[in-house]
T-cell receptor, first 111, second 117 residues
Framework: GQQLNQSPQSMFIQEGEDVSMNCTSSSIFNTWLWYKQEPGEGPVLLIALYKAGELTSNGRLTAQFGITRKDSFLNISASIPSDVGIYFCAGRGSGNTPLVFGKGTRLSVIA | NAGVMQNPRHLVRRRGQEARLRCSPMKGHSHVYWYRQLPEEGLKFMVYLQKENIIDESGMPKERFSAEFPKEGPSILRIQQVVRGDSAAYFC???????????????FGQGTRLTVV
């Protein structure tokens, strides 16, 4: 089946630092999504990407859909303590087909 | 709050009992997806349903697990004769009929955490 490789698995950073994480896939996706999950909660959609090469921002978050359609990255600038959580990438092939998720990047921010 | 509603939030079952997890999609959403998340893992797809139809159940174990999305009422994920390995967080997501347009993505509920003792 389709698999997503997400890295790094975890990050410990100082408040104010920038963060970068990425996902790669063995197959092509038509949509890339980035979600954040906090303890005891469901994933919350951060950014959705629909076109190869697309670069989209949401506040301090920026994500890009790779040209090959097999990868995506998420950047967080000037991190703050509330950025703590697990960030998941997810890809979708076409239409309403189910999402394939990465294993997540666990972000810790040290004040 | 018009988001995806899941209940119960926490469910404890003894081995061999049945677990029923409920999901009410967002208003206007006719597609429901169930995912399972083990500790320290990402979400794994289980089953995709439209009203009264199972579209894709390729991620759901063939035995003991079943899902339905009736014409009226919530979607139900049913696990019969639960075992310790069924302990996980189960998430439901819903989406509208067509997801080609921006802003019409799948939105997740808060999950049901099943513990089998």
């Amino acid at each position: 089946g389709q698999q997503l490789n997400q890295s790094p698995q975890s990050m410990f950073i100082q408040e104010g630092e920038d963060v970068s994480m990425n996902c790669t896939s063995s197959s092509i996706f038509n949509t890339w999504l980035w979600y954040k999950q906090e303890p005891g909660e469901g994933p919350v959609l951060l950014i959705a990407l629909y076109k190869a090469g697309e670069l989209t921002s949401n506040g301090r978050l920026t994500a890009q859909f790779g040209i090959t359609r097999k990868d995506s990255f998420l950047n967080i600038s000037a991190s703050i303590p509330s950025d703590v959580g697990i960030y998941f990438c997810a890809g979708r092939g076409s239409g309403n087909t189910p999402l394939v998720f990465g294993k997540g990047t666990r972000l810790s921010v040290i004040a | 709050n018009a988001g995806v509603m899941q209940n119960p939030r926490h469910l404890v079952r003894r081995r061999g009992q049945e677990a029923r997890l409920r999901c009410s999609p967002m208003k206007g959403h006719s597609h429901v997806y169930w995912y399972r998340q083990l500790p320290e893992e990402g979400l794994k797809f289980m089953v995709y349903l439209q009203k009264e139809n199972i579209i894709d159940e390729s991620g759901m174990p063939k035995e003991r697990f079943s899902a339905e999305f009736p014409k009226e009422g919530p979607s139900i994920l049913r696990i019969q004769q639960v075992v310790r390995g069924d302990s996980a967080a189960y998430f439901c997501a819903s989406s509208p009929l067509i997801m080609r347009e921006r802003g019409t993505e799948a939105f997740f509920g808060q999950g049901t955490r099943l513990t089998v003792v």
